[in-house]
């Protein structure tokens, strides 16, 4: 593990994504609450799932630091044009490295947790582009990721520096 003793505690902020892409059917099972089988609410379900995995990321990544979440929002909204179910999980913590990996988990177990509710009902669900959107804190400041055209063409995100007096 790096050593991380020497840095300072900051504040440090992670959103991450996935998308979750299904048939328009599965996803009115999703819309209706049921899931597969009546398996129950899968929006619920799988917000929990990315709530209880990120606070345990040092355990499922070996050689990541436990840190203190001091809060997450977790986002999971229903796309007919995808058609799917889009993930989006912030979180936020005060210490000495950031959140981006515990973001990356959050979204991921989410869109996991919706593959494994609707599974009974097509088992061709697609989790798609786990991904960190944006982070801000600590030494290298703030990142965002590039707009959608500007990272097919080849920008995968840029480093936004604010100017410090």
């Given at each position: 593990?790096?050593?991380?003793?020497?840095?300072?505690?900051?504040?440090?902020?992670?959103?991450?994504?996935a998308a979750v892409r299904m048939k328009p059917a599965?996803?009115?099972?999703?819309?209706?609450?049921?899931?597969?089988?009546?398996?129950?609410?899968?929006?619920?379900t799988a917000r929990i799932a990315a709530i209880a995995?990120?606070?345990?990321?040092?355990?499922?990544?070996?050689?990541?630091?436990?840190?203190?979440?001091?809060?997450?929002?977790?986002?999971?909204?229903?796309?007919?044009?995808?058609?799917?179910?889009?993930?989006?999980?912030?979180?936020?913590?005060?210490?000495?490295?950031?959140?981006?990996?515990?973001?990356?988990?959050?979204?991921?177990?989410?869109?996991?947790?919706?593959?494994?509710?609707?599974?009974?009902?097509?088992?061709?669900?697609?989790?798609?582009?786990?991904?960190?959107?944006?982070?801000?804190?600590?030494?290298?400041?703030?990142?965002?990721?590039?707009?959608?055209?500007?990272?097919?063409?080849?920008?995968a995100g840029r480093r936004v520096r604010r100017s410090?007096?």
């Open positions: 593990m790096v050593d991380v003793g020497a840095k300072a505690e900051t504040a440090r902020e992670a959103v991450a994504s599965t996803l009115a099972l999703v819309a209706a609450g049921t899931g597969a089988r009546g398996k129950g609410d899968v929006l619920a995995a990120l606070k345990r990321t040092a355990e499922w990544i070996p050689l990541c630091h436990p840190v203190r979440v001091v809060g997450t929002d977790v986002e999971l909204t229903l796309d007919r044009a995808l058609p799917g179910v889009r993930v989006r999980v912030a979180v936020r913590a005060f210490d000495r490295t950031g959140v981006e990996m515990e973001a990356m988990v959050g979204a991921a177990a989410a869109a996991l947790t919706v593959y494994d509710m609707v599974k009974g009902a097509e088992r061709g669900v697609e989790v798609q582009a786990v991904r960190l959107e944006e982070k801000r804190g600590g030494k290298s400041g703030e990142w965002r990721r590039a707009a959608a055209g500007a990272a097919r063409a080849g920008g410090v007096k």
